[in-house]
Each structure stands twice: as structure tokens, then as C-alpha cells.
């Protein structure tokens, strides 16, 4: 292996761990709030003991996806800093905005809804939660915004002097018509996964003996998991098609990569791939089933479209892009993603998901008007259910990234012209495990942590002070009070 190949590892290894928490901090955030809320609105104190109880492990998740990000930054200066270079213009302002605006209202007032059970108003207190959740959305949408740019380039122009792609229009990137349809799809996305985490531990507390006399309240926090999973997979499901619609226009080789369609239909009539066997390089289809013209559909909308396929794509960007190795910000050879990785995470990614909305789909009908599902296999079932959804997240994610290859920024620089030209294999190789390490031991802490306080259950009710029933100056002094 060499530098490059060690560096993308890194990035990799480290990007996929850190977004196994993004998600579950973004619908937390909503989900807490929307308990709360409900507590508020009925005064059933069954909602509150859920709020504290999945706020808590809200707390964990937050904390460990805090330290993993911060590597993330890391990364850009290590290995990669003339992808950095290139693209700091550009990227230092909605990373920059991030950081200053959404990040500081999430920490703000995730703080005051910690400290603030005993002394903020009732109203005041749920609305700190719904602020952390504004700002988990703020982040997400500068982040995508970066991200979407370095799959499709706007706002910018390239200056020869500098080498550098420079920022000209802030707006086109913040309204790029690749983020327009990713922030949607992940942010769903994040909502699915956090209803499949309560649902699944909502299920395994409501089968547990020792919870007997909480069934009810744990049937609830099922409900609302099932429900939620269900509305926001059917969302990914439809803003997923639109994304596929303008990742056809935009990168058209990894459409063509998704469905290993290795030659352009002369008829306009592609076909979806069920299963493609291929070479182990992923250069040659050795043999595939498939379903005529359903692929032209879901890439333009026509069952009579036209898909480019990959070997058509590879000598168009060949000749658009040129096999010049001293070029300033283009990379000679092969323009064509690893197809196998491409063709399977896409899959994954997809079918994954699907399981989980019929699962959540299968609980709502298990559990309607009342009933008490009693199977031995429920509890299981539905324990199950969050894994898929983190998986079909990070297999979005590395379909995502992975597709766009040899492209760091599609059309302007690739990989291999981004990685620091003053870092040694040694030292990448050093920094790849002692990360690794680190991350392994952040994962144990972070899975015991939730055991230890998903087994204790939800804590028994206990009505929180009202500060506006007050009078005295003394109480008003008060500091304020960890609740955990």
C-alpha cells in the first residue's frame, strides 16, 4: 500500500465511525423534544420518564460524536493537505459558519436543557431541546453543503496563479442542486435510525420481566419509534429517487457504476441489475440479471431514457479530462470508480432500509388498537432494527464517496493530487493505528455506556421543580442543577 492508499484508509476508517453517531444525534435531538413536549401537552408522566431516560443516552451519543469529529478536521491538514489547498476557499466558509453558528447553538443550549430542569420555565426548558435540534440541522446542512459541492463544483473559478479554486458565489453553494435533495435525504434518514434506536430499546425494555410494571410506558416509546421509522423511511425512499434522478445528470459514472451498466443500450432502454457478477477488478460483467428499462426510469424518469454505461463514460472523460500527468489539478488514468464496492453498497444501502420500514411497518400492526405482542421473537426482531439502519447509513455514505472516485471534487482535482506531499508512509501508517485504536476503545465505551443505562430502564417518575410557582429570592440564586 502505498501513501494514498494508506490515507484513504484513514479518512475512511474514521469518517464512517464519526457518522455512526451524526445520525443518532440529529433525530435524538427531535425525538427528546417531541417527548418532552408531549409530557408538557398531557401532563402523562410516562413522557417525561421517556425524555430523561432516551436524554441520557442522547448525552452519550453526543459526547463520543464530539470527540470522533474533531479528528475529522484533523484529517484535512494531515494527509490531505493539498486537497485543502485547493479547496480551502471554498470550504472555510460553510465549514467556518458551522462551527461558529450551529455548533455553539447546539452546545449552548444542550447545556441549559442539562442544568436547567430546576430552574428555567417548563416551556422555556423543552424549547432549548428544540434549538439543540435546529442547530444538529444547521451543521448538517453546511457539512452536506461542502460535501455536495466536491460532488458537484459551483460558485467558484479557478485561479492558474494560485492553483486554487476560489469562492464567487457563497449562495450557489449553499443552494447547490445536489444539497437541495441530500440534506432532505439524510436528515430522514437520521430520524429513521434514531425511531429504529428507541424502537428497538423501547422493545427489549417492554419484553423484559423486570420492566413489568412499565409495559405501558415502554409500548409507547414503540409506538412512536414505529411510527416515526416508518414515515421517515418512506421519505428516503422517494427523496432517494430524486437524488439518483440528479446524480444521473450530474456524475453520470456512478449511476453507471451503482448498476455495473458496462455499455450504453443503443434501444434508450437500460436495465436495473437484480444480481451482476463480475471480474474481481470490476472491469468486465461476466454475467448479470436484470430487469429491462427499470433502470432508465429511476435515472431520468422515461422507461425509453438513454443511461450512458461505464466504458462510453470512461473514453468521454478521457477526452474531456485529458491523460496528461503534469497536468495542474487532473490525474492520468482510469476515470472509473471500483465498481464492486460501488454496486454493493448501493444495494445494501437500499435493501437494508427496506427491511427496517417493513419491520417498523410489521411492529405497528403487531401492536394495534392495544395489543401486547408476546412472540419470544419480538424482542429481537426489533433489537435488530437499529442495526440495519446504521448500516444502511454507512453504506450510503461510503456509495456516496466511493462513487465519486478517482474524483476528491468531480471534474476539478482527484485523490491522488490531494494527499500531502510531505507525509510519509511511516507516519500515515502510525496515524491509521493509533486511530484505529483509539476509535476501538471509544466504541467500547461508548456500547458499555449505553448498556449499563439502557438496563437500568427509565428512572422513576420524579415531577421537576417549577420555577415560575416560586417566590422566593433565595430559590432564584439557586445554580443551577445536573440532572444526570
Known amino acids: 500500500m502505498d501513501i494514498l492508499d494508506v490515507a484513504r484508509w484513514q479518512f475512511g476508517i474514521t469518517t464512517v465511525y464519526h457518522f455512526l453517531f451524526v445520525p443518532l444525534t440529529i433525530g435524538l435531538t427531535l425525538l427528546v423534544a417531541v417527548m418532552e413536549t408531549n409530557w408538557l401537552r398531557t401532563a402523562r408522566p410516562e413522557w417525561l420518564r421517556l425524555a430523561k431516560f432516551f436524554g441520557k443516552l442522547l448525552l452519550i451519543n453526543f459526547a463520543l460524536g464530539l470527540v470522533t469529529g474533531i479528528v475529522q478536521e484533523f484529517q484535512f491538514g494531515m494527509n490531505w493537505s493539498d486537497y485543502s489547498r485547493f479547496v480551502g476557499d471554498i470550504f472555510g466558509a460553510p465549514l467556518a459558519v458551522e462551527a461558529l453558528l450551529a455548533f455553539f447553538l447546539e452546545s449552548t443550549f444542550l447545556g441549559l436543557w442539562i442544568f436547567g430542569w430546576d430552574k428555567l420555565p417548563r416551556k422555556l426548558h423543552v424549547g432549548c431541546m428544540w434549538l439543540v435540534h435546529l442547530g444538529t440541522l444547521a451543521s448538517a446542512w453546511f457539512i ?62 417492554y419484553a423484559n420481566k423486570r420492566f413489568e410494571r412499565d409495559r405501558s410506558m415502554y409500548r409507547m416509546g414503540i409506538r412512536l419509534g414505529a411510527w416515526v421509522a416508518l414515515v421517515a423511511g418512506l421519505g428516503v425512499a422517494v427523496s432517494g429517487d430524486i437524488q439518483g434522478k440528479i446524480m444521473t445528470d450530474v456524475q453520470p459514472m456512478k449511476m453507471a457504476a451503482a448498476e455495473a451498466l458496462y455499455q450504453t443500450d443503443s434501444d434508450g432502454c437500460a436495465p436495473f441489475s437484480i444480481f451482476t457478477i463480475g471480474t474481481p477488478d470490476g472491469k468486465t460483467e461476466k454475467w448479470s440479471l436484470t430487469v429491462p428499462c427499470v433502470l432508465s426510469f429511476l ?119 490531494g494527499v500531502s506531499p510531505g507525509v510519509s508512509q511511516l507516519e500515515a501508517w502510525i496515524s491509521i493505528v493509533v486511530l484505529t485504536l ?35 429570592d433565595e430559590d432564584e440564586d439557586r445554580p443551577l442543577a445536573f440532572a444526570y
Open 144 to 205: 452536506l453543503a461542502a460535501n455536495s459541492w466536491m460532488q458537484h463544483p459551483v460558485g467558484y473559478e479557478y485561479n492558474p496563479d494560485t492553483g486554487r479554486a476560489e469562492l464567487t458565489d457563497f449562495w450557489a453553494v449553499m443552494t447547490n442542486k445536489v444539497q437541495l435533495i441530500t440534506f432532505p435525504h439524510v436528515i430522514l434518514a437520521a430520524y429513521m435510525t434514531s425511531a429504529a434506536f428507541i424502537l428497538g430499546i423501547s422493545a427489549w425494555l
Open 299 to 417: 435515472a431520468e424518469g422515461d422507461t425509453g431514457a438513454t443511461v450512458e454505461g461505464i466504458n462510453d463514460l470512461r473514453a468521454e472523460y478521457e477526452q474531456t479530462y485529458g491523460q496528461d500527468p503534469g497536468a495542474a489539478y487532473y490525474s492520468p488514468g482510469d476515470y472509473t470508480p471500483y465498481i464492486p464496492v460501488t454496486y454493493w453498497s448501493f444495494r445494501l444501502m437500499i435493501g437494508l432500509g427496506l427491511l427496517m420500514a417493513a419491520g417498523a411497518a410489521l411492529v405497528l400492526w403487531l401492536t394495534r388498537k392495544g395489543r401486547a405482542p408476546t412472540a419470544r421473537w419480538f424482542a429481537p426482531m426489533v433489537l435488530s432494527l437499529p442495526v440495519l439502519t446504521v448500516l444502511a447509513n454507512s453504506f450510503g455514505w461510503i456509495f456516496t464517496e466511493m462513487g465519486r472516485q478517482p474524483w476528491a471534487v468531480f471534474g476539478l482535482m482527484t485523490t491522488a493530487h
Open 438 to 472: 483509539l476509535y476501538a476503545v471509544l466504541a467500547v465505551i461508548e456500547v458499555g455506556l449505553l448498556v449499563k443505562y439502557v438496563r437500568k430502564g427509565a428512572d422513576p417518575f420524579e415531577e421537576p421543580p417549577d420555577p415560575t410557582l416560586r417566590g422566593s
